[in-house]
């Protein structure tokens, strides 16, 4: 079973450069998040979707776009990375009608910015 | 507005030895609760969940975790630790209907042999 799958697993980025991190789920989940984990910080939510089309900001939106495409897929774009955009990113889905707030995590994807 | 606070950054145990991790919450109505572990390098795994009645749940990997609403607390526990429990730890709490869920900032775990 793949459930969460994020690419790439480890980038390396000069700074003002740009990137997509790819997510892709398997499970029909209607929403899908994007995170990013520092230490001491917690998790800290970027932008979210609750489908297909529809993406809404989290907590700490700049410097970050989205787009939900398609249902199985949530892309998270850096158009000109910054040092401070060094952490690892988490994608996550979830169910939709009936949804309890239970999230499925991929593995992670660690970006460092030169 | 809803919101978790986990008061341990880090907590160490010896191998063998009980455990306990706090976790507090703020919400208006019945919650849902939930623990996760993160193993160093991976992503969250659900270890438990809470919906609503026995206020005493199973987990995997022989965790609990005990929903206590007049503290509004909703502790792990394992009897004893192994050194492969080492990680960290996120309680969230989530509504029905919502979708987006509160994370606590974590607890680390370090379990000593």
């Known amino acids: 079973n793949a459930g969460v799958t994020q690419t790439p697993k480890f980038r390396v980025l000069k700074t003002g450069q740009s990137m997509t991190l790819l997510c892709a789920q398997d499970m029909n989940h209607e929403y899908m998040y994007w995170y990013r984990q520092d230490p001491g910080m917690g998790l800290r939510l970027i932008h979210y979707s609750v489908g297909e089309g529809t993406t809404a900001k989290g907590e700490v939106p700049d410097g970050y776009n989205v787009s939900r495409l398609k249902k199985q897929n949530f892309l998270l774009g850096l158009e000109s990375a910054a040092p401070s955009q060094t952490s690892v990113y988490f994608c996550?889905?979830?169910?939709?009608?009936?949804?309890?707030?239970?999230?499925?995590f991929g593995e992670g994807s660690r970006l460092t910015v030169l | 507005a809803q919101s978790v606070t986990q008061p341990d950054i880090h907590i160490t145990v010896s191998e063998g030895a009980s455990l306990e991790l706090r976790c507090n919450y703020s919400?208006?109505?019945?919650?849902?609760l939930f623990w996760y572990v993160q193993s160093p390098g991976q992503g969250l795994q659900l270890l438990l969940k809470y919906f609503s009645g026995d206020t005493l749940v199973q987990g995997i990997k022989g965790f609990e975790a005990e929903f206590k609403r007049s503290q509004s607390s909703f502790n792990l526990r394992k009897p004893s630790v192994h050194w492969s429990d080492a990680a960290e730890y996120f309680c969230a709490v989530g509504a029905i209907g919502g979708y987006i869920p509160t994370f606590g900032r974590g607890t680390s775990l370090i379990v000593h042999p």
């Open positions: 919400y208006g109505a019945t919650p849902y």
């Open positions: 996550a889905s979830s169910y939709g009608v009936g949804n309890t707030g239970e999230l499925f």
